[in-house]
């Protein structure tokens, strides 16, 4: 499982990061929105549910699950 | 761009039937969802038409759209669009901030609408639509646009200003709120500043408002107690330098977000409630889905509404069908060539959701009401919220909005249309789509 994030879309809902904060955190930035960090890029498979939950949930569709 | 490489692009063909005065704004006016579809059947992927003046290139499927909302604002900017907004929001707010101060005044407007406060807004709407549903015994008929608007009013004061503010100032509020909201129209993008009584009653409006902003933040600075509203979080923000908003700038931030938010939530929660009177198989579905979710007496909270598949999927085939806005602008700052075509500096670009979501290649039959669909792969396909960097920070905020009104609102009663299906239509007016007015419901209590 590989996590992409698209930053064009990413307004610092920040639902990620209480969906799997193993995997997402959300920065502050110089200047304007917060923007998602992917901590782990390839997450082990026991993650699987919650990184699937944080895309689902994503106000902004910024996160995709390639396998 | 350099002379010559422009002369080596297309120019986008012009959508026919100009008049000499207004261009096409009178066509516009009288029907723009007709209009759009007209333009973009005629010239295709990019249709040039004159608004008041401005010669505005509609950009029309998820290709095009992409462009619009990916290119950075340097190219295609917001806030040069959208001036006519200016005198509303007032001076150094949003789109007459420098970039700087616009992105952090966003950016605080949306920490506002973030994981965290909307728990608490959850919570909010859910007592709200409860004292709103309090005296509607059981049956009766009512007028869906009036009560939605008074409901929207009602959770808009209270997110955004807290439960006092809700009690005590609500009505003066809207009645200032409705003076700001006469002071945009179609006259305003000739030229907002000219001598208008609608003008001189917008200035009143918004000056009498920033009183009342300046108060109740006064009194919150010398309280000092936490209220867990938007407010707060706009009052709490910094910029770099560590400066807070002034009172022009927060009063500014409050209308911002009001008509963001009020009048697409009411007209769209209208439009939800019109289409499960009209449907009620799919309302049984609904309420067999709300029935199982609240089985065991669960309350209405952020936990309970985080999903509710059908409803979801209802709900976004009511904002496909009837999308509150209809286009979105950019002014072209900086000339860009698209598919060969050259978009030139100084003309405005649109995108029309409504157009979009009418497309038959990802929506079949699209002027079908099909809860059942699924929405379609290709981003930016779907885009009732908009998309990219601008896209509705309270998209959110919209959903839970609805999913909490009409989780107590099924479970307690069943609706239906008291006339034909046909006399109910949509006003296309005033750049928005909502039910034509009245829009009158008759509602009976469910029996279990």
């Known amino acids: ?67 | 761009m350099s002379e010559a490489a422009k002369a080596g692009l297309k120019r986008p063909p012009i959508v026919s039937g100009a008049q000499a005065e207004g261009g096409h704004m009178p066509e516009f006016e009288k029907d723009y969802c007709a209009f759009i579809s007209r333009a973009h059947a005629e010239c295709g992927e990019l249709a040039e038409f004159d608004f008041g003046g401005q010669e505005t290139i509609l950009m029309s499927g998820p290709d095009a759209q992409e462009v619009f909302f990916r290119t950075p604002d340097e190219v295609f900017s917001q806030a040069q669009a959208y001036q006519v907004m200016v005198p509303v929001f007032g001076p150094g707010v949003i789109f007459d901030a420098s970039p700087e101060r616009c992105k952090t005044q966003l950016k605080i407007q949306v920490d506002a609408l973030r994981y965290q406060n909307m728990k608490h807004y959850a919570s909010v709407i859910a007592q709200e639509v409860e004292d709103w549903i309090a005296d509607w015994g059981d049956e009766g008929e009512i007028e869906i646009l009036h009560a939605f608007h008074e409901l929207t009013m009602h959770t808009a004061t209270h997110c955004l200003l807290g439960k006092e503010f809700r009690h005590s100032m609500t009505e003066e509020f809207f009645s200032l709120y409705k003076d700001l909201q006469a002071g945009v129209q179609a006259i305003s993008f000739v030229d907002p500043y000219m001598q208008q009584p609608v003008f001189a009653a917008r200035d009143r409006a918004r000056e009498r408002l920033e009183e009342i902003v300046s108060e109740l933040v006064a009194r919150r600075r010398a309280s000092g107690k936490e209220y867990g509203d938007a407010l707060e979080t706009f009052m709490t923000g910094t910029y770099k330098d560590g400066s807070h908003l002034t009172d022009t700038e927060l009063t500014g931030l409050i209308i911002a977000t009001m008509f963001a938010g009020h009048h697409t939530s009411s007209g769209a929660g209208a439009e939800t409630l019109l289409e499960i009177a009209r449907h009620p198989e799919y309302a049984a579905e609904l309420k067999q889905e709300l029935d199982e979710i609240y089985r065991d007496g669960e309350e209405i909270s952020h936990a309970s509404m985080r999903a509710i598949p059908k409803l979801e999927s209802f709900i976004n085939e009511v904002l496909r069908l009837h999308p509150p806005l209809v286009i979105l602008m950019r002014r072209v700052m900086d000339d860009l060539q698209y598919n060969g075509y050259l978009i030139e500096k100084g003309k405005t670009v649109a995108v029309s959701i409504y157009e979009s979501h009418i497309d038959p290649v990802y929506f079949p039959d699209p002027h079908r009401f099909d809860p059942h669909r699924q929405e379609p792969e290709r981003m930016f396909a779907y885009i009732p919220f908009g998309g990219g960097r601008h896209k509705c920070a309270g998209n959110a905020f919209a959903i839970l909005q609805l999913k909490a009104i009409f989780s107590a609102l099924l479970r307690r009663y069943d609706f239906d249309l008291v006339g034909p299906a046909e006399d109910y239509e949509d006003e296309r007016a005033n750049m928005t789509i909502r039910p034509k007015d009245p829009c009158i419901l008759r509602y009976k209590r469910r029996t279990v």
């Open chain 1, 1 to 67: 499982m590989r996590v992409k994030v698209d930053l064009d879309l990413c307004q610092g809902h920040s639902v990620c990061l209480v969906e799997c904060p193993e995997v997402f955190d959300v920065v502050e930035q110089d200047d304007g929105y917060p923007q998602v960090v992917v901590l782990i890029n390839e997450p082990p498979e026991e993650l699987r549910k919650k990184v699937m939950s944080a895309a689902m949930f994503c106000p902004n569709r910024v996160i995709t699950v390639e396998d």
